[in-house]
């Protein structure tokens, strides 16, 4: 047998109650790989409220504290003060929040955490809705989609929120995009992150097969289309905002392929495919003009 | 499997809301409607190699640098990977499927080095004693012989060969040029085969001179015959015998016996197969002009690409649709050789365009010496009499090389015509594992249709395009300034790069992917394979398409 690609120990169990290719499990065990067992975690509510298991069974091999929808930093960096307070420095807290809890409702919390540059890392896995509930709408479901809450012709009309240029303006010693299908690149930034002190956020993309229509076979493969064809690039931004980079090391694929793969874009008529393709183009010469280090361009479409 | 926990009571449970187990006596296997399962195929190119080389184990073995299990898996099939791999023509790159993504693997650069590395360390070979019996007689230490032999003293049968010549290798000797196999390869590969098990080496014993089949039959359990195809066909023009004009074989086997040979200033050849090019590049070293005259055009010719390539990058130049008519000469100086244009007519069995001459249109061509070489055929003399003839060549039955006669079988060229090493390497080890099953009473293997795999099953996401590791040659001046090796082979270096690009094609080569992206955690990773945990897989396939290359299936529950 090689070297095996990522760490052996895992720190999650079989079992969980994740539907056929979670994107949301795979985050979850390549990012706890990363960070060891010496980790606690703070959920909000969110998938993984659900799939780590009902009371008192738990699919995680660390602690998780369960905390309200808006309040998983808060919590996060309370129980961050907690553990400095009995001395243990070692135990790294993180939040773990879907997009509805960092995008929309724990927005609040997040952001009054990162402004502290309250010791904690925060991670998003971002599905794209509010997925446990049942496929509703939320401020990082990108424009075009189908949720429940915008059915039909009232496709979702507005784009995803950029959460990584939010999270930049709070001045925050790392932020990384990473996804699933890059295991070994997102284990490498949540390695960094551990390393660094401060408030660090972590935006993992992580296909939900449910909520976007999607066969569960093709889940790794949508993240990996997702990255090459440039609607969820890999970003890190460092030195406190200021430097990003933008990852262009692959070989580019049509954004036709990844949207027409989903059901949730299905509906899409050729002219809004290329509408839903020019903004995200638009998006990517925005992120090159940050790593140029040209400052914001106004009058963008999305 | 854990134990689902139930509290009875408060005073069990925890002084606050705390997991105390984890999920595993969830079986999650039950939502599972279709099951993925290892089911490893037949790479392609091993469906496209005569002697179903299992070339993506050994290019597997050599990523892992496990070199000596890397030869065992090459010997298994072919006994002769330094010879194959300097002259074989790879039908098994046309199959690669990373044909379709980039470039083909270089499989022969691979054999080749594995082959060699197998020369290099003695000790990997270990003699086969004699366990058996029955005396085997091979006649022809060609390819097909020496394969045949090999694979029946490897299984313990004493083998004696009968060789016409002075030394082992047939047309390996004769027939193919140092600058593509050298004498001193050929030697150790000889060697080493005679050393692996019990065999005996008659040499200058010519089969219907020397040896008589019919008596070979009454000593020995079972004879093989590989005697090959002895007589260059002549080309059956007026003027043909006679100063400056000469078989090409007869000129490659003194050049390759070191004898010195000068041809003249100007040499033609006359036909398109390998000897044509052999005889040309050789006639070019001894510093000739040379000019290859054939019937038809390149298209057609049968001599390996790779060959054609080589000979005009030396300097041989063609003159194709042409075809000699007679050959003219005074008491000394030149030849005069008149050649009728041909054209392309129907096509012929074989497939090719019939060349049919081209009205009146005619050339001559003013050379010192004319070669001939289009082809060779049997001297079917030594067994006319005792087996059944497809024209001169030996008849055989099906693939295993039974004759007419139960206890002799024959392989290689004198069954097929003219065809190639791995070919006849093939018919040696088939005609061998045939004799061994009538001795021993071994029941017939059954053979199952294979399974293979093409780009459309390959997940090339995991792959970046690239180029072939080329082999390192001489310089043009080098390679003419006499008969050394052309091609130098890999080192270590390019070896690996060129093994690391091999798809692996439907068999799994520990990438790791499915283990790594399984979400339900239940493949487990042991020593040397994965295992799917059925208890948890909640059958999302998803390692079905992350596999980069096919080693997973699918089938319905239930069913």
Redesign the interface.
């Known amino acids: 047998?090689?070297a095996?690609?990522?760490p052996?120990p895992?720190l999650?169990?079989?079992?969980?109650?994740?539907c056929?290719?979670?994107?949301a499990?795979?985050a979850m065990?390549f990012a706890l790989k990363a960070l060891g067992p010496r980790t606690a975690l703070v959920l909000p509510a969110c998938c993984w409220s659900v799939i780590?298991?009902p009371?008192?069974?738990?699919?995680l091999?660390v602690p998780?504290l369960h905390t309200a929808f808006e309040a998983a930093a808060s919590t996060a960096s309370g129980l961050k003060a907690g553990l400095e307070m009995r001395g243990d420095t070692e135990t790294v807290v993180m939040a773990w929040a879907g997009d509805g809890g960092t995008f929309d409702i724990g927005i609040q919390a997040l952001s009054g955490a990162a402004e502290r540059n309250e010791d904690i890392i925060y991670c998003c896995y971002d599905n794209e809705a509010y997925m446990n509930t049942g496929i509703q709408r939320s401020s990082s479901t990108p424009i075009g989609a189908w949720t429940t809450t915008t059915p039909g012709v009232h496709w979702k009309k507005r784009p995803k929120k950029k959460m990584i240029d939010i999270m930049a303006a709070h001045s925050i010693p790392y932020i990384a995009t990473a996804s699933?299908a890059y295991?070994n690149d997102l284990i490498e930034k949540f390695r960094k992150a551990r390393e660094i002190k401060g408030t660090r956020f972590l935006h993992v993309f992580a296909p939900c097969?449910t909520g976007w229509k999607l066969a569960?076979?093709?889940?790794?493969?949508m993240a990996?289309q997702a990255v090459t064809s440039k609607v969820f690039p890999l970003v890190e931004v460092t030195d406190n905002g200021r430097t990003w980079k933008v990852w262009k090391d692959f070989e580019p694929t049509p954004v036709k392929d990844y949207i027409m793969a989903q059901g949730r874009f299905r509906h899409l008529s050729e002219e809004e495919q290329r509408f839903v393709a020019e903004g995200i183009e638009q998006n990517w010469q925005y992120l090159l003009s940050r790593e140029a280090g040209s400052s914001f361009v106004p009058g963008l479409q999305h | 499997m854990g134990e689902k926990i139930t509290f009875k009571s408060f005073k069990e449970m925890p002084i606050c809301a705390m997991s105390v187990a984890d999920m595993t006596y969830n079986l999650t296997g039950s939502w599972r409607n279709v099951r993925p399962y290892y089911d490893f195929k037949v790479s392609p190119c091993r469906l496209g190699c005569p002697t179903m080389e299992n070339i993506q184990r050994y290019i597997f073995l050599v990523t892992q640098e496990r070199f000596e299990e890397a030869w065992s898996e090459l010997m298994e099939a072919n006994p002769m990977p330094s010879v194959t791999g300097r002259v074989c023509f790879h039908p098994c790159m046309e199959k690669c499927t990373r044909k379709d993504f980039d470039q083909s693997i270089n499989i022969p650069a691979i054999e080749r080095s594995i082959g060699d590395r197998g020369l290099d360390n003695p000790g990997w070979m270990k003699k086969a004693p004699a366990t058996k019996k029955e005396k085997v007689a091979v006649v022809g230490s060609g390819p097909a012989g020496l394969s045949a032999a090999y694979y029946l003293a490897r299984r313990g049968y004493p083998v004696t060969i009968f060789e016409a010549a002075p030394s082992l290798g047939g047309t390996l000797r004769w027939g193919i040029p140092e600058y593509r196999l050298p004498n001193d390869v050929l030697d150790r590969v000889v060697a080493q085969i005679v050393e692996s098990g019990p065999i005996t080496v008659k040499t200058g014993a010519a089969l219907g001179r020397d040896v008589d089949l019919a008596k070979l039959e009454k000593e020995f359990a079972a004879v093989f015959v590989g005697v090959g195809l002895s007589r260059s066909r002549p080309l059956g023009v007026p003027g043909e015998d006679g100063r400056g004009v000469e078989r090409g074989l007869d000129f490659l086997r003194r050049v390759n016996g070191g004898e010195p040979v000068n041809p003249g200033r100007s040499v033609a050849v006359v036909g398109g197969g390998n000897t044509a090019m052999d005889v040309a590049r050789c006639a070019r070293r001894s510093g000739a002009e040379v000019t290859v005259v054939y019937r038809r055009t390149m298209n057609e010719m049968p001599a390996i690409k790779d060959e054609i390539e080589e000979a005009e990058h030396e300097g041989v130049k063609f003159r194709f649709l042409a075809a000699p008519k007679s050959i003219e000469r005074g008491a000394s100086g030149p030849l005069t050789v008149h050649c009728q244009q041909m054209k392309l007519g129907d096509p012929d069995e074989s497939g090719r365009r019939r060349p049919v001459p081209d009205g009146d249109a005619s050339f001559a061509l003013s050379v010192d010496t004319l070669f001939t070489a289009i082809g060779e055929e049997a001297d079917d003399a030594p067994y006319a009499k005792l087996l059944e003839r497809d024209g001169n060549l030996v008849a055989t039955k099906g693939e295993w090389g039974e004759t007419s006669r139960t206890k002799v079988f024959a392989g290689g060229d004198v069954a097929t015509g003219a065809a190639s090493v791995v070919e006849a390497v093939a018919a040696g080890r088939k005609a061998a594992e045939r004799i061994a099953r009538m001795l021993s009473g071994e029941p017939e293997p059954a053979v199952e249709e294979p399974r293979t795999i093409s780009i459309e099953n390959i997940n090339t996401a995991y792959f970046t395009k690239g180029k072939r590791v080329l082999v390192p040659r001489v310089p043009l001046d080098e390679a003419l300034a006499g008969y050394r090796e052309i091609h130098t082979g890999y080192d270590d270096r390019m070896l690996r790069r060129e093994a690391d690009r091999c798809f692996s094609c439907g068999v799994c080569n520990f990438c790791d992917n499915c283990w790594v992206y399984c979400p339900d955690v239940a493949v487990r990773r042991l020593e040397n394979e994965y295992e799917f945990d059925y208890d948890f897989c909640k059958g999302c396939l998803v390692c079905v398409i992350e596999c980069p290359r096919n080693a997973i299936s699918t089938r319905e529950e239930g069913k």
């Open positions: 047998m090689n095996p690609k990522i052996l895992e999650m169990t079989s079992g969980h109650l994740a056929q290719g979670c994107g499990t795979q065990r780590d298991g009371f008192p069974h738990s699919s091999k998780i699933v295991p097969p569960p076979e093709l889940s790794v493969s990996r």
